[in-house]
C-alpha cells in the first residue's frame, strides 16, 4: 500500500498489524502506469497541488468530469509546462479527457467541467472549489445516477452505488477501511488529533436505516434557520455511520452499564434540555440526586409506570413526582436550539437522533437556528496569535450594548460575525445619540398634532411589522438595522418636516422604539425608560403590535413625493452651480391622470408588452406629443413600476389626484430645506408663470422644475 507518511501514522493507530516497509521518494512514482481495482483500467499517477497529505491516505483518484478539485488541478497541470517535462509527461497530460459516469439533472456530462467554468476557477487552490465541490457532491448524491459505463453498478443511485462498491472492493480485497476526521481537530494542548480504534468501544447506531428515516422525516417538517441548513442536516444524516461514543479519559459522565468508559462530549448532554424543565426540584433540594432512579426518570420523561407505586419504592413523594412530569410536558418541546454551524455534522445533529430515539414524536425539538463563529477584523480568533478579544475588554472599552450590537449588526444566519473596532465605536455613538433623543423628547413641550404624524404613526407601523418578522424568522442582523437605524431616519425625517416640533403621537413612536430596542440593547433601553418616566421595566412590557388602522400608504406615498422632488431640485442646483432665487414646480394637469390610469392597467394586464399598449394611448390622449410618445410611456412606466410593489392601484390614485395639494403643504418645509422660495402651479393656470415650457412636460408624480 502506497500512503503518504502522515497516513501511515493514522493507520498504525487503526490496523493492528499494519507496518512501514520502506520509504520512497514519490516524485519517482510520478507518470507510471497504475490499474485501478474493480475495472483493470491503467492511468498515470499525476502531481497535483491540492492533494493534502495529511488527510486519508495522501493520495487522490482523480475524477475530473465529476470533481472540481481534480478538474481544476488538470488545468493547473496543463499550464505547468516545466513541470511537465521534468517529470516527462507532457503527451500523457495532453491526451487525458474527463469521463462521464454519473447522469446528474440540471447538469451536463462533466458537472464539474461546467461549475469551474461557470465561476471561471483558473487553478486548484482557488478556495470557492469547496463551494463548487460542495454543490456537485450533493446534487450528485442526493439526485445521480451512474450511467452504463459503470459495469455491475451501471444504474444505480450514486447514494446506493457508493456503499455497493465500498463492499466490493472489501469483499474482494482491494480494499479496506480508513477513518479520518471530515476536518482538522486540534487539542488544546497543541497536538492535531487523530482517530484510534480501541478495543471493546462503545458505539451509537447511527447507521440504523430506520432511525435515519425518522430522524429525516422530522428535518423535513421542522423549523430551520436559516433553511439552507436544512440540507446540510439531511446530508450529514446520510453519511453519518456508527459512532464511537465512549473514551476512557478526561471529564464525562460514566457509562451507566461499564463504568471503565466515559461518554464523550459531542455525543453525552444532547437532551439536557430536559433536565432544565425539572431542575429547580433540585437546585431547591425538594429531589436528592439518588432519587432520580431510571424508573423516576422513566416516568418524569416517558409517562412508564404508576406514580403511586414509582413513589413509594423511591421513597418521593407522589405529588412532587406528578409536578415534575407535569412541568416536563408544560415547557417540551423545545421551540428553538440556537448553536454554532460547527456542531451541525455531529452534536446538533445527534440532538436529533437522541429526541427521535427516546421521546414521543409530540416531544421532538420543533425547530434548530444555525450561527456563524466570530472573527476579529477579519481573521480567525487565535490565542496564539493574539487575534482574541476577551469579553471583559469589550464590555469594559464599548459597554455591553454596544460589543452586542456591534456583533448583531456584523452578520446573521451562517455568516460569520466580523468584529471590527471602527463598527463598534459607530454603534457606541449610535446609542448615545439615541438616549439623546430620548432624553429630549421626555423634556419636550408636545403639541397636540403636526401635519406629519399620520406618516409617522404608519411608518411606525411597518417598522413593528417589519422587525418582529425578522425575530420570528431569526433574520437578527436585519431585525436590529432596522430597530436601531431603520427608526432613527423616519425619526430624523420627521424632526426635519415638523421643525423640531413635537407632539403626543411622536412621544409614543419614541416610547415604541425603545421597546423594539430592547432585545438589542437591553441595558440602554431600561435607562432609557426610565428616563422617560416609567416605573417599570421594559423588558416585561409587552412587545408592540401592529395597529392596522394606523397604517396609511397615502401619507407614506405623500412623503415619497416630497423627498423625490427635494432630490430632483437639489441635482438641477448642483449642475446650475449657481444658489438659486427661486424654483417653481408645475404640476401635471388632471387630464394626464388619465394616463396614469392607463399605465396602472396596462402594467398589471400587459407585462412585456406595457410599452407598445401604452404609446398609442398616449398618442391619442396628446395628439401633439406624438413624437414624444415613447419617452412619456417610458417615464410613465418606469415611475409605476417603482411605486406597484409598494402600494395599490387604489393609493396611487388618490395621491395622483392631490399632488397639487401634497406640495403646496410642504412648500415652506422645502424653501427651508433649499434655502429659497417656493411656487407651485397646475399645468395650464391662468396665471402660470412658465418662461420655458416646463409645464408641458409635467406627469404625474414627475412634475415640472423651473430654477432661477
Not at 307 to 322: F, M, Q, T
Not at 648 to 658: D, G, L, W, Y
Not at 662 to 680: G, H, K, P, Q
Amino acid at each position: 500500500l502506497l500512503v503518504s507518511t502522515k497516513a501511515a501514522d493514522k493507520l498504525s493507530q487503526q490496523k493492528k498489524n499494519s507496518r512501514i516497509l520502506s520509504e520512497v521518494d514519490p516524485t519517482k512514482f510520478i507518470g507510471k502506469m497504475v490499474e485501478t481495482p474493480l475495472t483493470g483500467v491503467l492511468v498515470p499517477i499525476l502531481p497535483a497541488d491540492f492533494v493534502d497529505p495529511n488527510f486519508g491516505t495522501g493520495v487522490v483518484y482523480s475524477v475530473p468530469g465529476h470533481a472540481p478539485y481534480d478538474y481544476a488541478g488538470l488545468i493547473a497541470l496543463k499550464k505547468r509546462l516545466r513541470e511537465r517535462d521534468e517529470y516527462g509527461i507532457r503527451e500523457i497530460v495532453e491526451e487525458i479527457k474527463p469521463i462521464s459516469i454519473i447522469h446528474v439533472t440540471d447538469y451536463g456530462d462533466y458537472p464539474a467541467v461546467e461549475i469551474v467554468g461557470k465561476m471561471k476557477i483558473i487553478d486548484d487552490t482557488d478556495p470557492r472549489l469547496e463551494e463548487a465541490t460542495r454543490e456537485i457532491y450533493s446534487k450528485e448524491f442526493h439526485n445521480g445516477v451512474l450511467k452504463n459505463n459503470c459495469g455491475e453498478f451501471s444504474n444505480q443511485k450514486v447514494s446506493e452505488a457508493r456503499e455497493n462498491v465500498r463492499k466490493a472492493l472489501i469483499s474482494k480485497g482491494l480494499g479496506d477501511v480508513m477513518w479520518e476526521l471530515p476536518e482538522r481537530v486540534v487539542c488544546r494542548c497543541g497536538t492535531e488529533c487523530l482517530v484510534k480504534i480501541v478495543e471493546d468501544q462503545w458505539f451509537l447506531k447511527y447507521s440504523d436505516v430506520e432511525w435515519k428515516n425518522k430522524v429525516k422525516n422530522h428535518i423535513a417538517t421542522m423549523k430551520i434557520h436559516p433553511e439552507e441548513a436544512r440540507q446540510w442536516f439531511l446530508n450529514v444524516v446520510d453519511w453519518l455511520k456508527d459512532w464511537a461514543c465512549t473514551r476512557k479519559t478526561g471529564l464525562g459522565t460514566k457509562l451507566p452499564w461499564n463504568s471503565e468508559w466515559i461518554v464523550e462530549t459531542l455525543s453525552d448532554s444532547t437532551i439536557y434540555p430536559a433536565l432544565y424543565t425539572i431542575s429547580k426540584y433540585l437546585n431547591r433540594e425538594d429531589v436528592k440526586p439518588d432519587h432520580l432512579t431510571p424508573e423516576v426518570l422513566d416516568y418524569i420523561y416517558l409517562g412508564i409506570g404508576d406514580p403511586v407505586k414509582i413513589s413509594s419504592k423511591n421513597k418521593i413523594d407522589a405529588k412532587l413526582l406528578k409536578m415534575m412530569r407535569e412541568e416536563f410536558l408544560y415547557w417540551y418541546p423545545v421551540d428553538m436550539r440556537i448553536s454554532a454551524k460547527e456542531l451541525v455534522p455531529n452534536h446538533l445533529t445527534f440532538y436529533i437522533f437522541h429526541h427521535v430515539a427516546i421521546f414521543d414524536e409530540k416531544l421532538w425539538p420543533r425547530g434548530i437556528s444555525v450561527n456563524g463563529l466570530i472573527t476579529i477584523e477579519g481573521e480567525k480568533m487565535s490565542k496564539s496569535k493574539g487575534k482574541f478579544i476577551p469579553l471583559k475588554t469589550s464590555i469594559s472599552k464599548y459597554g455591553a450594548d454596544t460589543t452586542r450590537c456591534t456583533l448583531l449588526l456584523a452578520a446573521e444566519d451562517m455568516d460569520d460575525p466580523d468584529w471590527r473596532e471602527k463598527n463598534a465605536q459607530e454603534v457606541k455613538l449610535m446609542i448615545e445619540q439615541f438616549l439623546k433623543i430620548v432624553k429630549e423628547v421626555s423634556e419636550a413641550s408636545l403639541v397636540e398634532e403636526t401635519s406629519v404624524d399620520k406618516w409617522l404613526m404608519s411608518r411606525l407601523q411597518r417598522k413593528i411589522k417589519n422587525i418582529t418578522a425578522y425575530m420570528e424568522s431569526l433574520k437578527t442582523r436585519k431585525a436590529c438595522h432596522e430597530a436601531l437605524y431603520g427608526m432613527y431616519s423616519d425619526w430624523r425625517w420627521y424632526l426635519r418636516r415638523t421643525n423640531n416640533v413635537i407632539s403626543r403621537n411622536a412621544r409614543i413612536f419614541i416610547e415604541n422604539w425603545v421597546k423594539l430596542l430592547a432585545p438589542f440593547i437591553p441595558f440602554t433601553c431600561e435607562e432609557a425608560w426610565r428616563i422617560l418616566g416609567k416605573d417599570s421595566f421594559v423588558s416585561i412590557e409587552s412587545w408592540p403590535v401592529v395597529l392596522g388602522e394606523l397604517i396609511n400608504p397615502e401619507a407614506e406615498l405623500s412623503e415619497e413625493l416630497i423627498t423625490k422632488l427635494m432630490d430632483d431640485i437639489r441635482s438641477i442646483i448642483e449642475v446650475l452651480e449657481k444658489k438659486p432665487t427661486k424654483v417653481f414646480i408645475y404640476v401635471a394637469s388632471q387630464d394626464k391622470l388619465e394616463l396614469l390610469e392607463e399605465t396602472l392597467n396596462i402594467i398589471r394586464e400587459g407585462g412585456q408588452k406595457s410599452m407598445g399598449m401604452l404609446i398609442p394611448k398616449i398618442i391619442k390622449k396628446l395628439p401633439a406629443k406624438e413624437k414624444q410618445a415613447p419617452t412619456i410611456a417610458r417615464v410613465l412606466l418606469d415611475t409605476i413600476s417603482s411605486l406597484i410593489s409598494n402600494y395599490k392601484h387604489r393609493t396611487i390614485m388618490n395621491v395622483a389626484k392631490m399632488e397639487e395639494e401634497v406640495y403646496r403643504d410642504a412648500a415652506t418645509f422645502l424653501s427651508r430645506e433649499l434655502s429659497t422660495n417656493i411656487t407651485i402651479y397646475r399645468e395650464g393656470s391662468i396665471e402660470i408663470y412658465d418662461p420655458l415650457k416646463k409645464a408641458d412636460m409635467a406627469l404625474p408624480f414627475r412634475p415640472g422644475i423651473y430654477v432661477e
